[in-house]
């Protein structure tokens, strides 16, 4: 079973950026798709982007389309979502999770989350 730590979140103005860290541990981390979510108290987790365990983007949600990235870092285990341009509704708990695809229909394992909050 992975493990998997988020950090990187925090209080940020409109406009401004924030990069995420997606840390795992466990065996074989670096061969599984990494998927990005985020969900707000009363709505619906969002899945915003996956990064394959070759490195390559499977696409993001189009609320975040063209101002988030994901990269990969495997010689750190380290999965990043960098989020630019940031607005008060992209405020939410940011997760990560591991699945064997970026299409996979389960997510196996997940983090805590990390709180983003974007307010001035």
């Known amino acids: 079973q992975l493990q998997l730590v988020e950090s990187g979140g925090g209080l940020v103005q409109p406009g401004g950026s924030l990069r995420l860290s997606c840390v795992g541990s466990?065996?074989?981390?670096?061969?599984?798709?990494i998927g990005w979510f985020r969900q707000v108290p009363g709505k619906d987790r969002e899945k915003i982007s996956c990064?394959?365990?070759?490195?390559?983007?499977?696409g993001y949600a189009d609320s975040v389309k063209g101002r988030f990235s994901a990269f990969r870092d495997v010689s750190k285990s380290t999965v990043y979502l960098q989020m630019t341009s940031l607005k008060p509704e992209d405020t939410a708990v940011y997760s990560c999770?591991?699945?064997?695809?970026?299409?996979?229909?389960?997510?196996?394992?997940w983090g805590q989350g990390t709180q983003v909050t974007v307010s001035s």
């Open positions: 990064i394959t365990s070759g490195g390559v983007s499977a």
């Open positions: 466990g065996l074989g981390f670096n061969s599984q798709a």
């Open positions: 999770a591991a699945a064997t695809s970026c299409w996979a229909s389960t997510y196996n394992d």
